[in-house]
């Protein structure tokens, strides 16, 4: 089997080329710029530079490789970003999948494209797959139209939505909060962490191997693949703390009106994951079990 990943150097990308390797998969690797994995001279590892925005570099890849399956990870996943460039944000999050949704089906590759808890407008949350979406921010306005996009398109694809995922990667061009508050409160640094929104905080390996897995059994449609413990941005932060020995008394409550962000997030979301536990096999590890298989990987620097 051939797999095609797009936006290589990114989290959730590493997790599924290290599980792919482990299963001795043919991975072709693709991100815009230059390969920054460790993962050169392992055999069944190619890297090949694309950006996903060009239609001519889309359609050369897929057809030079002939993958099976394509798994779109490349996003624009700064929120805030996404609300002051739109242009950008489009190509990259709407078109790009259409120009991978076309050279796919010239192949009769399947697609699988990962989206996001933020087409949901929060009010309703934990979400299932049939759910009604109201984006509030224009990333999620982006990917619930790739998303339309797909389900009016001819090409085999499958759909993971996922919510704020976590995870210990290689260099990184952004980090995660979990990370994030963990490095922080090592520096001694103060934090202030708004207690209002929550979220299911999903573990890059769990969702890994739920796009493995249907990638293997050619599952087809949409799933919501999260965490499985809800909880606010606060409770999140605190945990790590506890769970790293480190100071939760350098982190104050705050209220997400106090941010001043650009985009608007849900106040609540999370996901209904019976469709992935029945269809995925999908196993999410706890918050908990997660946090401690972090800090394996960080002890022993395996990654
Ligand atoms: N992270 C979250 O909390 C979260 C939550 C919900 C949904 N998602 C979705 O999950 C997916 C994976 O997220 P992630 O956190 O693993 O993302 P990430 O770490 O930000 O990685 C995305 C990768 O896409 C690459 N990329 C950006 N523009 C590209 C282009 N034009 N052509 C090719 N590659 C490009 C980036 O390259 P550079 O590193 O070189 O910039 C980056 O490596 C995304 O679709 C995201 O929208 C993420």
């Not at 797009?6 to 989290?11: A, Q």
């Not at 103060?190 to 990638?215: G, N, V």
């Not at 799933?223 to 480190?246: P, R, T």
Request: proline share 2%; glycine share 4%.
């Amino acid at each position: 089997m051939k797999i095609l990943i797009t936006g290589s150097n990114g989290l959730l990308a590493q997790k599924i080329i290290s599980l792919a390797i482990k299963d001795k998969i043919d991975i072709i690797a693709t991100s815009k710029g230059i390969d920054r994995s460790n993962n050169l001279n392992i055999s069944y590892y190619r890297y090949f530079s694309l950006d996903i925005t060009s239609e001519d570099q889309v359609r050369f890849a897929i057809n030079k490789f002939s993958p099976d399956v394509v798994i779109n990870t490349a996003a624009m996943t700064n929120v805030d970003l996404c609300e002051e460039m739109k242009e950008e944000c489009d190509k990259i999050n709407t078109n790009a999948v259409g120009f991978l949704a076309n050279a796919c089906l010239s192949i009769n590759a399947h697609l699988i494209h990962i989206s996001t808890d933020f087409i949901f407008d929060g009010e309703n949350g934990p979400y299932s797959e049939d759910d009604s979406s109201n984006p509030l921010s224009y990333y999620g306005f982006s990917k619930l139209n790739s998303e339309i996009l797909l389900k009016n398109h001819n090409v085999k694809s499958s759909i993971l939505r996922t919510i704020i995922l976590f995870g210990v990667g290689n260099n990184l061009s952004r980090n995660n909060i979990i990370l994030w508050a963990k490095e922080s409160l090592e520096k001694g640094q103060k934090l202030s962490i708004i207690d209002d929104h929550y979220r299911a905080p999903t573990f890059a390996e769990d969702l890994a191997a739920a796009c493995l897995f249907a990638a293997k059994e050619k599952v087809y449609g949409v799933f919501n693949v999260s965490g499985k413990d809800i909880m606010s941005i606060y409770d999140m932060v605190v945990s790590v703390a506890e769970f790293f020995n480190l100071n939760t008394k350098m982190i104050e409550r705050s209220h997400s009106s106090k941010l001043n962000q650009l985009a608007k997030r849900p106040i609540k979301t999370g996901f209904v994951l019976d469709k992935a536990i029945n269809d995925l096999n999908y196993r999410p590890h706890s918050f908990l079990e997660s946090l401690e298989i972090i800090k394996n990987q960080l002890t022993n620097k395996q990654i």
